[in-house]
């Protein structure tokens, strides 16, 4: 919540339980609320769980007013050194949080969402974010191959990820503007967007297993575009 709080995006409301506010960390959030003009509202325990599908929740829920990005202006606006991720039918909301933080927290600049894949706002995806969705445009493409055309002519170069035979990770030299694209976790990337992509590369399998989880895969192919960009780590 407090990333919310402290982020662009408008917030209506916030509401809090009872027991929330029993809760050493409810001055200090409140407060942050109040500077910025948020209305706060407590509701009772039996109200909150209306409000909520969490079984165990913290608590409190805010009411927040979605941010709109458009994909025609990313190309233009993003600098020399970026990195898109496209998520092509994406379903589970796990996967989906977890690669949001990833992204987040390697610098990527956008993450593109094709048709057919998990909501973003899905209350499942939005808590496994961490706060990560506050932080980075999300752009949902009813038009996934339109947008990559489009990344492509602005000068984005167009990386497949494959479970096999595309340029090994360790190999692989990013280009400066690149858009990293991952696939459904049963079909991968579908033939259509592939026939689209400059570059296909895959993570190198040692042991026995049979498949990489998506978001992992994102994350260390993120640390590596990261590392091999040398720029060291930027946190607060």
């Avoid at 987040?104 to 593109?112: E, K």
């Avoid at 090994?168 to 858009?179: A, E, G, T």
């Amino acid at each position: 919540m407090e990333e919310a709080i402290e982020s662009e995006w408008r917030l209506e409301a916030i509401m809090v339980s009872s027991r929330f506010l029993r809760k050493d960390a409810y001055a200090q959030l409140i407060g942050k609320a109040v500077k910025k003009d948020i209305p706060v509202r407590e509701v009772t325990e039996r109200e909150f769980g209306k409000l909520s599908d969490t079984v165990s929740s913290q608590g409190i829920a805010a009411v927040v007013i979605k941010r709109e990005y458009s994909p025609d202006s990313l190309w233009k606006e993003h600098p020399a050194d970026s990195l898109v991720v496209g998520l092509e039918g994406l379903s589970d909301p796990g996967n989906a949080g977890t690669i949001l933080r990833s992204c987040d927290w390697f610098g990527a600049r956008a993450v593109l969402v094709s048709a057919g894949a998990v909501d973003i706002f899905n209350p499942k995806v939005v808590r496994s974010t961490m706060g990560a969705l506050f932080h980075l445009p999300v752009i949902a493409c009813p038009d996934l191959r339109g947008t990559l055309r489009n990344a492509s002519a602005g000068g984005f170069t167009l990386i497949s990820t494959v479970p096999e035979e595309g340029k090994p990770l360790s190999l692989f030299k990013f280009p400066k503007r690149s858009v990293l694209i991952f696939g459904s976790e049963a079909r991968g990337i579908s033939p259509e967007i592939l026939s689209l992509s400059d570059d296909c590369i895959t993570i190198p399998r040692f042991g026995r297993g049979e498949s990489l989880n998506v978001a992992v895969s994102c994350g260390i192919i993120l640390a590596a575009w990261r590392t091999q960009a040398g720029v060291g780590q930027e946190t607060g």
